[in-house]
């Protein structure tokens, strides 16, 4: 059970970098045709997938996903382990 728990946080842990990474790609002038070649994705994919999420602030879904880890898996807080995913 500990390693499903394990591979879940694992797969938020990797959805967070990658928003990270995707938000700095468009501040740095990327267009979502570029994001999504690098991404293995179509266009309109990465616009669907990120879009919304670029505009939203992400300090607050790091918040928020680290109280999830913290309290569902003792796999600690985000904001010891993580960088920051904003420049």
């Known amino acids: 059970m500990r390693a499903l728990q394990a591979a879940h946080d694992l797969r938020i842990l990797l959805a967070l970098a990658e928003l990270g990474a995707v938000k700095h790609a468009r501040r740095q002038g990327w267009t979502w045709a570029q994001i ?8 309109q994919a990465a616009h669907v997938k990120w879009s919304a999420l670029v ?3 992400t300090d607050t879904i790091v ?12 796999f600690g807080r985000l904001s010891a382990t ?6």
Do not use: M, N
């Open 36 to 43: 999504a070649e690098v991404s293995g994705i179509t266009r």
């Open 55 to 57: 505009e939203c602030d």
């Open 63 to 74: 918040e928020e996903v680290d109280e999830v880890l913290a309290q569902a898996s003792g």
């Open 82 to 87: 993580w960088p920051p995913l904003h420049d």
